[in-house]
């Protein structure tokens, strides 16, 4: 039997909870769950770092300088934690109005505290700032110890760090402003990039090509054995990197919702489908699938798929994959060779083909008769026009600064170590130390 009296109580009270609704704007919504992801996400980005790519780099190298490409890869990531808190988040995302960057308001995270928020996707969602700002920093980090690769076992350690300073401030902080921020120049043109195609991959891979041309070739290349000398980390390391690009491309959509459970079924299926590709073109050319090939294909696949994660469909995924290993197999097989230049670990064949591949590719299969998210006035020719814009500025910007950058630190301090500490290793000759002991 229905309490009449309880019945009145229970409506007058849904009238006063309803009163203030229609009295004033809703307060932006802090979803706890949304919050819980993206520190997951954060954590599993760093997971990509420290150890993955720092595994799967050491991996690559000659015993002799494993340690060095760990320490490089801690370093880094350490100083480049200090410059996004004191000044890169302010450059970066600091609410300026400029195209280029986010101006000076948000120095040492000026205004931030634990009730300050970030907006999300989604109007009148918001996530903690701080979980923004520790999410970002992480990507800042992780793009900046990927441009090591190109010329690990011969630069000054030293010279590293500052080339790196000089980078990060006037290459990825201004690009991921460009890009993310919503008065940035790239962002205003309609480029997509959800995960950082541009502004991680293509960044630092034509960085690393600047870098690995102007330092010269090792002692050797072309002549001496260069093989990786330990596979088994090799694959620990691109396994790391795998399980922590979720965070990477999941953790962009910024809500644990559907468009991010896009990008997650994404990473499985671009990645899978770089790794089918790259194996099956060795076997086919070569005769045998390499381990080697099966870990550099599913680099490749994550690469690829970054810019395009939360656009496109898991089936275009797969084929977005397939064809960025057989356009980084050709670069690096084919076209490295020819012009003759000493890229250690292929950053740029991997990162800056492979994200140029996925950035282009992100024009065409986000396109719905594709599987893709576009609306129903999607164009793919003028997607991908953008997208092409998007990729030159990119390239252009970060081939100018890390030029310049490179000269800087060459004039002032030399960037490469001597004859004899290449020929010793960089474990013992820049760090006093050894990754084995025999």
């Not at 960025?324 to 490295?336: D, E, I, M, T, W």
Request: hydrophobic fraction near 55%.
């Amino acid at each position: 039997m229905f309490n009449s009296t309880k019945i009145a109580g229970i409506v007058a009270g849904l009238g006063l909870l309803a009163t203030p609704l229609f009295a004033q704007e809703a307060e932006p919504v802090m979803n706890k769950g949304d919050a819980s992801f993206m520190m997951l996400s954060t954590i599993l980005v760093l997971f990509m770092i420290m150890p993955g790519l720092a595994l799967f780099y050491g991996g690559l190298v000659r015993s002799k300088n494993m340690l060095s490409v760990l320490m490089q890869s801690t370093m880094i990531s350490a100083l480049v934690m200090v410059i996004w808190v004191t000044y890169g988040y302010s450059f970066a995302f600091g609410g300026g109005s400029s195209a280029y960057w986010g101006g000076l308001d948000k120095l040492f995270l000026k205004g931030v505290s634990a009730g300050s928020m970030a907006a999300t996707f989604s109007d009148g969602f918001v996530i903690p700032e701080f979980i923004f700002i520790s999410f970002q920093m992480t990507f800042a980090a992780i793009t900046s110890v990927l441009i090591v690769g190109a010329f690990a076992e011969r630069i000054k350690f030293g010279a590293l760090l500052l080339f790196l300073v000089i980078w990060v401030t006037f290459s990825y902080f201004p690009i991921a402003h460009m890009v993310w921020d919503g008065a940035g120049l790239i962002f205003n043109m309609g480029a997509l990039d959800f995960a950082g195609g541009t502004v991680v991959h293509i960044n630092a891979g034509v960085a690393a090509l600047v870098g690995c041309i102007m330092l010269g070739k090792r002692m050797g290349f072309g002549k001496d054995m260069m093989a990786p000398h330990s596979m088994t980390l090799t694959m620990v390391g691109a396994s790391m990197l795998w399980v922590g690009w979720f965070g990477f491309n999941a953790g962009s959509n910024l809500e644990a919702n559907g468009g991010a459970g896009l990008a997650m079924i994404n990473t499985f299926t671009a990645t899978a489908g770089a790794i089918l590709a790259w194996a099956a073109i060795e076997a086919t050319l070569r005769g045998k699938a390499s381990m080697l090939g099966a870990a550099t294909g599913m680099v490749v696949g994550l690469v690829a798929i970054t810019p395009a994660a939360g656009t496109v469909g898991p089936v275009g995924a797969i084929a977005l994959g397939a064809v960025a290993s057989l356009g980084c197999y050709f670069f690096v097989g084919a076209v490295k060779n020819k012009f003759g230049f000493d890229d250690s670990l292929d950053v740029f064949g991997i990162h800056g083909i492979g994200g140029i591949i996925g950035a282009v590719g992100t024009g065409i299969l986000t396109a719905p008769s594709l599987g893709g998210t576009g609306g129903a006035d999607f164009s793919i020719a003028s997607q991908t026009l953008i997208q092409i814009e998007a990729v030159g500025i990119t390239i252009v910007w970060s081939a100018v600064v890390a030029f310049i950058a490179f000269k800087i630190v060459d004039m002032t301090m030399g960037l490469r170590v001597s004859e004899e500490e290449e020929r010793e290793g960089l474990d013992l000759t820049s760090h006093g130390e050894s990754a084995y002991h025999y």
